[in-house]
């Protein structure tokens, strides 16, 4: 936790939130690697590839609360943002978590009703993702171009709040763009893709205006708000490059599919197959015999 999010915070207060922050993030991650682990005991498959993802996801998340970033206390208050905004929420998400809890589970009330709510109207609203960019970038804006940054600075728990606020709505947004895990209503990659620009836009406008002028009611020196400026613009340039990549694959997967579709079989292949199995075997002194070549073929075989 920063400097810019503790100033009225008691700090064996600072410390305890850390460390309990810590702790449930260490057992998410070990109740994802647990499950993971019993996928492979019982012989389904699951890459290793998103355990890594999740892990870095979850230690990022952790660094992000205990760690103390270089710089300025606005520079480390825009590195803490990147992290558990943008970065940790992408790393979580690639992992696919809701696919492990949905193939984990037995059948019974738990599984159905997690799948209930994945498939919900009110889940497929909140997945909708410029309602998604809304929560989350706008969120950014109400704090950093109110003074609601500088009131997290004297009321710890508006503080949390707005940090659970912001990791929340970071897994939302990137949730809904992404859209890798099972629910009912899929927006299509034009939605999410113009969704993402959109998002993208608005994150770099906001990094300019702070460029201009720090958040209200703050005393943030200028060169310290320079530097959490121009972090905020590249480092979010960055992590919108990454899922930008994995809508690109996406569209690529799709375009092979449905290419592998369009196109049809070799012609020859197909008709010498379809003629074969209409002739079937020819009858030769009673026996069956290959029709290629008039060989007898044996019963026993």
Known sequence: MTQAHTGAWPLGSVVAAAEL????????????????????????????????????????LAHAVVGTPPG??????????????????????????????????????TRRGLLAVAHSRPAAWLLFPPLAALLDIGGLWLLHRTPLLAATHHRPLLGAAVHLHVL??????????????????????????????????????LAKSLYAAPPPGTGFTADDVHTAARLMYYGGDLVEIALATVLAA??????????????????????????????????TNGRPT????????SRRA
Not at 36 to 44: K, Q
Not at 73 to 84: G, I, S
Not at 88 to 104: K, M, N
């Open 21 to 60: 922050t810590v702790v449930l993030v260490a057992l998410v991650v070990l109740a994802y690697l647990t499950a993971a682990a019993r996928l492979r005991r019982r012989g389904d498959a699951w890459p290793r590839h998103r355990d890594a993802s999740f892990t870095a996801g979850g230690a990022v």
């Open 72 to 109: 300025g206390p606005f520079t480390a208050h825009v590195a803490q943002h990147l992290a558990v905004a943008m970065a940790a929420p992408l790393l979580l998400v690639l992992g696919r978590p809701l696919t492990l809890v949905l193939r984990t589970l037995p059948p019974g009330r």
């Open 168 to 205: 929340a709505a970071g897994l939302l947004f990137t949730f809904a763009v992404c859209r890798l895990d099972p629910v009912r209503r899929r927006w299509s990659l034009a939605w999410r893709g113009t969704t993402l620009l959109a998002a993208g836009w608005a994150h770099a406008v």
């Open 250 to 283: 996406q569209w690529y997967a799709a375009g092979g599919r449905a290419l592998r579709r369009r196109v049809p079989r070799a012609p020859g292949s197909a008709g010498q197959h379809a003629a074969g199995a209409q002739e079937g075997p020819r009858q």
């Open 290 to 297: 290959d029709a290629r070549g008039g060989r007898t073929v």
